[in-house]
């Protein structure tokens, strides 16, 4: 038993007995026996079919208490004492335990017991009976127990005890230990008034952990100065700030696990209850009033902050849970948490559920725990939401040799994304970045495309020779956002009387602007991509009237359309027999999603992949334009450098953005991201590399073009004595222009464009 100082031995026993006495309490393996097998391996007094199922470390074998029945009495000098009795039945590992605590049978698995608690020495002794009493010899079971109030890694126990024989001539089994540990919800009630205390005794090797796993690198620096994770508020009271960090640091959320297969659906979850932070034990509530602020603190830990808060002392439970709840992973956690970084720096310990001979041969134990295990714990920023991965890292470890039967295999988890405490609204923070983002790229592109539209006023002669494919590839990316933002407006509309009303989020004022603004801005450039379309058309036509006889000198798409589909539908094609042949490269993707209004959809994989090769085509715009110019042999430069170079850039900046922010897994919603969509093959790491260059390939491949005569270009470029490019032909020597410039640009003389030279692009 602990020191006596530390144990409870106020007048509301009874009321803590009765509340604590119905829950699980767990049998401990006897670690410290060392006698013989028959001697060691027995489950206590407690004999049956059951019993006997159980191994000789006695995992998942559980004690119900019931029947509590406690009778205080108050003497002198503030003394106090009660009579309890009980019933003790012990559970098996297959046994649903609240079922068979419910029994009512006696047998060889329950005990019927009753004794005195005194309040000199604050603990509970019985005289226990072994199922049914036929005569004195069958209550030869002493139990004891009691409510301890200091807590550290290896004692978070609520209720302990030990079930002993009385007659020990007989050395009928060794004393059997049980333990109810404490659950963060029982702080808040009896325990108010208890006074309740923590001892650290893991900082040290937490703080050695640290430095080991934090080298300095630019890494950290740029994290401790621009980013902010949870720490104390400035301003507010210790023990309130501590109190509030305590619930941003507290997880309950969904993980992916490296143990299990990642292609079934099973998730682990991740359960982390804070004990202690600091000095503070427990949850503090203001409203108590107290005088003072050390007065206010309902439980103390006896330890302090280290680094002037920077660093805190913090212990927790961890438990980890796969999914349905039928394997759990528990650990004690002790260490420090930096505040500056976000993360936590533990020691663990764990319950050891093996055999006695293991245990007792295990000299490191420490009171029956395996401590020698390391828990780091990042947590995400409460800043830069929208860049950085908003999700919690977990590593176990365990410190022993591989050949040791208590090493285990290292654990890796990433949580789902997480909020905290008051950042409800953060959950769309990345979708309200994206949009401003859309808004700043489409606001470009439209200058962009008015640069060209301005430009070709003055290139005339030039405007024929502007591709008509690479114009209607990026319409029809501006007219694709604008057919289902209105099929999702009709959608909205239907729906709107089955939201709920409390949920904000969704009807954001803020939010209904950006899409607004977005949905505008793409109208915008719509329209300007089909007035330069219109543009070339005419001019093609005008042309096409002044030499009806000679419709090859005029340019045409025909060839450039064909060339293109050729191409991408082999392109297409190729992405198809790659993602059949490479099903395991290929993220995991549900048949089914879920949109914000609860709609369930049905995925084809095809239409998803054809989704992202559309996509493709977009950014790989200039290809039309590229095939173009060698079929027409150009001599002339039919887009301004910031027309091409802008659209380019302006098409590379969602890879770009996607590069440098964390990618986000969201099981629940496909719609989540507005700029782009990590999911999709072309927005993974290679994509976000290989299209970029490609794109840019592309655009000084244009350059190049544009530069010099389809000619010198022929010239030049060869292959040995083998050319690449034909020499060029007469098939598209330009027509005068003087009717064309009269008809497209009114009250111009028509003597311009005659006496005009070439003058440098803008």
Wanted: charged fraction near 20%; glycine fraction near 6%.
């Amino acid at each position: 038993m602990s020191n006596e100082a530390n144990i409870y031995k106020g007048s509301a026993f009874c009321a803590l007995l009765q509340r604590f006495a119905y829950g699980e309490a767990f049998v401990v393996p006897n670690w410290k026996c060392s006698v013989t097998d028959d001697y060691c391996s027995k489950l206590g007094p407690f004999s049956g079919k059951e019993i006997k199922s159980t191994d000789e470390g006695f995992k998942d074998v559980r004690l119900g208490i019931k029947d509590v029945r406690c009778e205080p009495r108050y003497g002198r000098r503030n003394s106090s004492s009660a009579r309890v009795s009980a019933l003790f039945r012990v559970v098996g590992p297959l046994e649903s335990f609240y079922t068979a605590v419910e029994r009512t049978g006696l047998s060889n698995a329950t005990l019927v017991a009753e004794g005195i608690w005194n309040s000199s020495s604050g603990q509970l002794c019985m005289i226990g009976c072994l199922g049914l009493v036929k005569n004195s010899g069958s209550c030869n079971s002493r139990i004891c127990l009691y409510i301890p109030l200091s807590f550290s890694i290896t004692q978070r126990n609520v209720i302990s005890g030990s079930i002993s024989s009385i007659d020990n001539k007989t050395l009928s089994h060794f004393p059997l230990s049980f333990r109810q540990i404490l659950q963060p919800s029982e702080l808040y009630d009896q325990f108010e008034t208890s006074k309740l205390s923590y001892m650290y005794s893991k900082i040290k090797f937490a703080g050695a952990f640290l430095e080991r796993s934090e080298p300095f690198d630019f890494k950290t620096v740029i994290k401790k100065s621009f980013l902010s994770y949870p720490s104390l508020e400035n301003g507010a009271d210790l023990f309130v700030s501590l109190s509030l960090l305590a619930e941003d640091l507290t997880l309950h959320v969904s993980a992916t696990s490296d143990l299990l297969p990642k292609l079934h659906s099973a998730r682990t979850v991740i359960d982390v209850q804070i004990l202690s932070l600091g000095p503070l034990f427990g949850r503090y509530w203001s409203s108590q009033n107290r005088s003072t602020a050390e007065e206010d603190a309902p439980f103390h830990a006896k330890a302090e902050s280290t680094e002037k808060q920077l660093l805190l002392n913090i212990s927790a439970q961890l438990t980890l849970k796969e999914n349905p709840y039928n394997n759990s992973f528990k650990l004690s956690l002790e260490g420090l948490y930096d505040s500056r970084v976000g993360k936590m720096y533990l020691i663990g310990c764990r319950d050891v559920w093996k055999s006695w001979r293991t245990l007792f041969e295990s000299h490191d134990l420490e009171d029956g725990f395996d401590c020698l295990i390391e828990v780091k714990l990042e947590y995400p920023p409460k800043t830069a939401r929208w860049l950085v991965n908003p999700t919690a890292m977990l590593s176990i470890s365990s410190q022993r040799n591989e050949d040791d039967p208590l090493y285990f295999s290292p654990i890796k988890c990433q949580s789902l994304p997480i909020m905290y405490r008051q950042q409800r609204e953060d959950i769309l923070s990345r979708r309200g970045v994206e949009g401003i983002l859309r808004i700043l790229t489409l606001s470009l592109a439209i200058t962009f495309i008015l640069s060209q539209l301005f430009y070709i006023r003055n290139k005339l002669d030039d405007v024929p020779y502007i591709s008509l494919v690479m114009l209607g590839v990026q319409a029809l990316g501006y007219s694709l956002p604008l057919i289902t933002g209105v099929e999702a407006l009709f959608k909205k509309m239907e729906s709107e009387s089955h939201e709920t009303p409390s949920y904000d989020l969704e009807t954001s004022q803020w939010f209904h602007v950006i899409d607004f603004g977005v949905k505008l801005l793409i109208l915008v450039a719509f329209l300007l991509t089909l007035r330069l379309f219109q543009k070339v058309w005419k001019c093609r036509i005008r042309l096409l009237t002044r030499a009806p006889l000679e419709p090859g000198r005029v340019p045409s798409d025909k060839r450039v359309l064909f060339t293109s589909l050729v191409i991408h539908t082999v392109g297409f094609a190729l992405v198809l027999i790659v993602h059949s042949l490479n099903p395991s490269k290929r993220a995991i993707q549900a048949d089914k999603y879920i949109d914000r209004m609860g709609n369930t959809y049905k995925l084809h994989e095809w239409e998803t992949q054809l989704e992202e090769y559309m996509g493709l085509v977009q950014d790989f715009f200039l290809l039309p334009q590229i095939i173009g110019n060698i079929l027409w042999q150009i001599h002339c430069k039919p887009l301004r450098k910031v027309y091409y170079v802008g659209i380019t850039l302006v098409r590379l900046l969602p890879h770009v953005y996607d590069y440098v922010r964390a990618p986000v897994s969201n099981p629940y919603f496909s719609e989540e991201y507005e700029f782009v969509n990590p999911s999709l093959d072309f927005y993974s790491r290679f994509g976000d590399v290989a299209i970029p260059l490609a794109a840019v390939v592309l655009s000084i491949v244009v350059f190049i073009q544009q530069r010099w005569s389809y000619e010198k270009l022929s010239r030049t470029i060869n292959v040995g004595q083998h050319k690449l490019l034909p020499f060029g032909s007469k098939v598209y020597e330009r027509l005068p222009s003087k009717s064309v410039e009269a008809e497209l640009v009114s009250g111009v003389n028509e003597n311009a464009a005659d006496g005009r030279g070439e003058e440098d692009e803008k």
